[in-house]
């Protein structure tokens, strides 16, 4: 799904009608918000494999936890269920973390009011590249402290 993203991104729609490339924004937008969901919850489940989840006290609280509409106030509680330490770890990892955390809100933002057919007028896609560059290394790093436990 990122190498799709990315190619999305980096296409010319300077040729296109308006109402076109309004239509591929939101697209983009929409796969912006599932890859980062997808990559959490594939995070989790390969993380309930491991046996510090078999022996670990967060195994009742995230035995069913799937993660929608990854805002950080949704993904944070999560990670401190696994480790009281994982979110501030995640946060120190990224240098830009409240830009981070501001490109989350928004993508997921924009995905719930397309998906209430409500208009996005902010929507670009330089924007949503930053926004797509900021998630992504928001991904890497996850995987990075999930990999550590």
């Given at each position: 799904?990122?190498?799709k993203i990315e190619n999305l991104l980096n296409k010319d729609y300077s040729q296109l009608?308006?109402?076109i490339t309004s239509h591929l924004q939101n697209y983009v937008c929409i796969l912006i918000s599932s890859y980062l969901?997808?990559?959490i919850n594939n995070q989790l489940t390969e993380y309930?494999?491991?046996q510090h989840f078999k022996t670990h006290e967060c195994m009742k609280k995230l035995s069913g936890e799937?993660?929608?509409n990854a805002t950080w106030c949704k993904i944070k509680p999560i990670l401190g269920t696994i480790e009281d330490d994982f979110p501030y770890n995640l946060k120190n990892a990224i240098s830009d973390f409240e830009l981070t955390i501001q490109a989350i809100q928004s993508i997921i933002d924009?995905?719930?009011n397309i998906a209430h057919g409500?208009?996005?007028n902010v929507l670009t896609i330089q924007v949503l590249n930053q926004n797509f560059i900021k998630i992504d290394n928001f991904v890497s790093e996850l995987k990075k402290i999930f990999s550590m436990l």
């Open positions: 799904m990122k190498n009608d308006e109402e969901e997808i990559e309930k494999k491991t799937k993660l929608q924009n995905r719930n409500k208009n996005i």
